[in-house]
């Protein structure tokens, strides 16, 4: 089993729309958790960071679930400018971060 | 303020060359990381340094693959001899030691070997 695992997509949804992507995670020692968004042939940048509580950045949603060792991110009024891949990447030891292959996400007209 | 620099952008060589990847930080930070993506499985961690030192180096595939961080702003990823499997994208990022663990990444080198 990949130590953090994303369904690679592509999701494919119109403007406006609402779009949920999950992370699921083995080590329950993992502290930190991420979202970084990566645009095509560009480099990951942090989109946000996922704290227990939940959090939330303008139309961006992010959810801690410990006990089933996931982490989600919500895309609310999705914008064509959101297309992207969207990496989930967990700590596995201080400063060491593992990522998942990322989740597509195609937002059409 | 500069982002982490990385040359070559675009690297295209022969099977059996050596090729060496750079990196400079961002200044202040102490962590730096080497990472290759590939489409089959994603984005890895190669090795990562703290303040200069090799901390984990467990990603490295093999004994081709070495890496140097001879001072805070300056790293060298070498292959050699290089091979077609090495063909990816090698991502140098950096971070500070402040618990916070975001990562900031280079643009990138994209390597081709044929």
């Known amino acids: ?109 | 303020d500069a982002g982490v620099i990385q040359s070559p952008r675009h690297e295209v060589t022969e099977m059996g060359q050596e090729v060496t990847l750079r990196c400079k930080p961002i200044s202040g930070h102490d962590y730096l990381f080497w990472y290759r993506q590939t489409m089959m499985r994603g984005l890895e961690l190669l090795i990562y340094f703290n303040n200069n030192v090799p901390i984990d180096d467990s990603g490295m595939p093999e004994d081709r693959f070495s890496a140097k961080m001879p001072n805070a702003s300056f790293s060298t990823l070498k292959i050699q001899p290089s091979e077609p499997r090495d063909s990816a994208v090698y991502f140098c990022a950096s971070s500070m030691a402040d618990g916070y663990n975001e990562q900031f990444f280079g643009p990138g080198t994209r390597l081709t070997v044929l």
């Open chain 1, 1 to 109: 089993r990949k130590e953090v695992e994303q369904d690679p997509g592509p999701f494919n949804v119109p403007e406006g729309a609402t779009v949920a992507f999950n992370c699921t995670y083995s080590n329950s020692a993992s502290q930190s958790f991420f979202w970084y968004r990566q645009d095509c042939r560009k480099e990951p940048k942090l989109l946000m960071s996922v704290y227990s509580s939940g959090n939330e950045d303008g139309r961006f949603t992010a959810q801690l679930n410990r006990a089933s060792q996931y982490i989600s991110l919500l895309i609310r009024d999705s914008k064509l400018s959101d297309s992207a891949t969207y990496l989930c990447a967990v700590t596995t030891g201080f400063q060491k971060l593992v990522f998942g292959t990322g989740t597509r996400l195609l937002v059409s007209p």
